[in-house]
Structure formats: structure tokens, C-alpha cells
């Protein structure tokens, strides 16, 4: 019973990893990366669809993303989309391919970008305490119910906690790197 709830999780805490990592991903740099556009939503026919629904993404240069949607009435919408983003990207609409240059980042918008990573990181913390109290609750009742021993809890518990530093760990290690990433030149 003990290592089903640690299990589960870790599964959770891996999850709460890749989505921080994901959403990290979404951070400008000053290289064109298509995963720099992922998690925008385009009106496409009074529907938000994701970009990656409605066009094809590629970093053809360091500096410059094209945007092809595959449906030539929504490169207008798509256009509208990526200006409108909090991503400061300009779109530049050619016949039915969308051409994003990519702007050299500046030091002070280097510095907002990463206050910006250090908000992502603290909430994929918060969301892995969360998981570490649930846990720890689940663990409670199932002592309670008498599923599982006193020694196993408190053993569950120091479990989670080597699970939650890895994971903590872990969000650092890629945090840094996004950091790093950014303040490049």
C-alpha cells in the first residue's frame, strides 16, 4: 500500500517536472525555437485552437520562425495571434507563410525573462509541497485505517521527502539552464 502512494507520487511529481519544463520552454530566448509558439491559440473559425493545429512551425535561421497554416483563410488569424502574444514578436505575412524575425533581446527584457522563469519554477515547487501533503495525508489515513504500519508512514514520509528534493533539484537544474539560456548574448 506504502509504495503504491509513493509511486503515484512520483508520477504526479514527474508530471508537475515536464510541465514546468514545458512552460519554460515557452520562454524566449534570443534564438528562434518553434516551441516558443506552442502555447498559443489562434482563432480559427471563432474557435481558440492551438498553433500547432493549424500550422506547421520551423526555425529556418537562429533569428527567424516560419509559420505556415495549412488553411490559407486562417493566416490572418494566425498573424493576429502571435502579435497579440506577451511574446513582443512582430509578424510579418507573405502570401500564405507568416515570417517571425526574432529581436536580439535586451538586458533589461533578458532580466524580466528570467524573473518570469523564477515565477514558473516557484509555482512547479509549490505544485510539488502540494503533492508531498497529499501524500502525507494519504499516508495518515492509511495508517489510520490500519493499511499500513506506524513505522511504514513514517518511513512513507521520509520517502516522499527524498522524492520531493529530487524533484526540487531537478526543477533547479533546468531552471538554470533556461536562466543561463536567456542572459546569453
Not at 512520483?10 to 528562434?32: F, N, Y
Not at 511574446?87 to 527584457?109: D, H, T, W
Not at 510539488?128 to 506506524?150: D, G, H, P, Y
Amino acid at each position: 500500500m506504502k509504495n503504491k502512494i509513493i509511486a503515484a507520487a512520483e508520477v504526479k511529481m514527474k508530471k508537475t517536472l515536464e510541465a514546468v519544463s514545458h512552460q519554460l520552454a515557452s520562454v524566449r530566448t534570443g534564438k528562434a525555437s518553434p516551441s516558443l509558439l506552442e502555447n498559443l491559440k489562434v482563432n480559427y473559425y471563432g474557435t481558440p485552437t492551438p498553433i500547432t493545429q493549424v500550422a506547421s512551425i520551423h526555425a529556418t535561421e537562429a533569428r527567424l520562425l516560419v509559420v505556415q497554416p495549412w488553411d490559407k483563410n486562417a493566416v490572418t488569424d494566425t498573424a493576429k495571434a502571435i502579435q497579440s502574444s506577451d511574446l513582443g514578436l512582430n509578424p510579418q505575412v507573405e502570401g500564405q507563410i507568416i515570417r517571425i524575425p526574432i529581436p536580439p533581446l535586451s538586458e533589461e527584457r533578458r532580466k524580466e525573462l528570467v524573473k518570469l522563469v523564477k515565477k514558473y519554477l516557484e509555482e512547479g515547487k509549490v505544485a510539488l509541497r502540494n503533492i508531498r501533503r497529499e501524500v502525507n495525508e494519504e499516508l495518515k489515513k492509511a495508517e489510520k485505517a490500519k493499511s499500513i504500519s506506524e513505522d511504514d508512514m513514517h518511513s512513507g514520509f521520509d520517502a516522499v521527502q527524498k522524492l520531493i528534493d529530487d524533484y526540487t533539484k531537478k526543477t533547479d537544474q533546468v531552471g538554470s539552464k533556461r536562466e543561463s539560456e536567456i542572459m546569453e548574448i
